[in-house]
T-cell receptor, first 113, second 112 residues
Framework: NAGVTQTPKFRVLKTGQSMTLLCAQD?????MYWYRQDPGMGLRLIHY???????AKGEVPDGYNVSRLKKQNFLLGLESAAPSQTSVYFC????????????FGPGTRLLVL | QKEVEQDPGPLSVPEGAIVSLNCTYS??????FMWYRQYSRKGPELLMY????GNKEDGRFTAQVDKSSKYISLFIRDSQPSDSATYLC????????????FGTGTQLKVEL
């Protein structure tokens, strides 16, 4: 039982390049979330999903897209990376129902030059 | 003004001290309260979970929620160097994807 895993762990992009971050969970959780964490800003929600095939915008969705084609995977895409997207990205999942607890992955460090 | 306010620290204490970490919030709809611990270069891990007002104890950790004051606390007794981490408070009102609103985190260092 690996919990929540994220791929890659670290990536360097040039401005304008695109990439996809992959999140996978093996806990059969319904809900999945993408956050970014920046110094002094805390964790901010980018997009989330309440089930397979669904996505919704969070607090800071601009410049990102997501897809949840399979229940266990949640992909975060950057179509045209900008230096302002330099951050640490965390994925989380939650069982659903009355279970409020979110379980986090180890994070992806992204540097956009 | 942020919905959740948390002193960023850093907070430095000697080993064995009692640590008090706090958050204030403005949204009266919040009813689920959590504390996460985050070690350097790691993902947050859940430490304590409380629903509504009251206290909850788990080993050396005690979480308190005072909804009337919109104030939550985490107490760590007999602090250890291994408690050195950033502590994030998080809260939710339930519904609508149950999104969590996080504080910015307090950095704690427990010195030998």
């Amino acid at each position: 039982n690996a919990g929540v895993t994220q791929t890659p762990k670290f990536r360097v992009l040039k401005t304008g390049q695109s990439m996809t971050l992959l999140c996978a969970q093996d806990m059969n959780h319904e809900y999945m979330y993408w956050y970014r964490q920046d110094p002094g800003m805390g964790l901010r929600l980018i997009h989330y999903s309440v089930g397979e095939g669904t996505t919704a915008k969070g607090e800071v969705p601009d410049g990102y897209n997501v897809s949840r084609l399979k229940k266990q995977n949640f992909l975060l895409g950057l179509e045209s990376a900008a230096p302002s997207q330099t951050s640490v990205y965390f994925c989380a999942s939650r069982e659903g129902g009355i279970k409020e607890t979110q379980y986090f992955g180890p994070g992806t460090r992204l540097l956009v030059l | 003004q942020k919905e959740v306010e948390q002193d960023p620290g850093p907070l430095s204490v000697p080993e064995g001290a009692i640590v008090s970490l706090n958050c204030t919030y403005s949204n009266s709809a919040f009813q689920y309260f959590m504390w996460y611990r985050q070690y350097s270069r790691k993902g947050p891990e859940l430490l304590m979970y409380t629903y509504s007002s009251g206290n909850k104890e788990d080993g050396r950790f005690t979480a308190q929620v005072d909804k009337s004051s919109k104030y939550i606390s985490l107490f760590i007794r007999d602090s250890q160097p291994s408690d050195s981490a950033t502590y994030l408070c998080a809260m939710s009102g339930g519904g609508g994807g149950n999104k969590l609103t996080f504080g910015t985190g307090t950095q704690l260092k427990v010195e030998l």
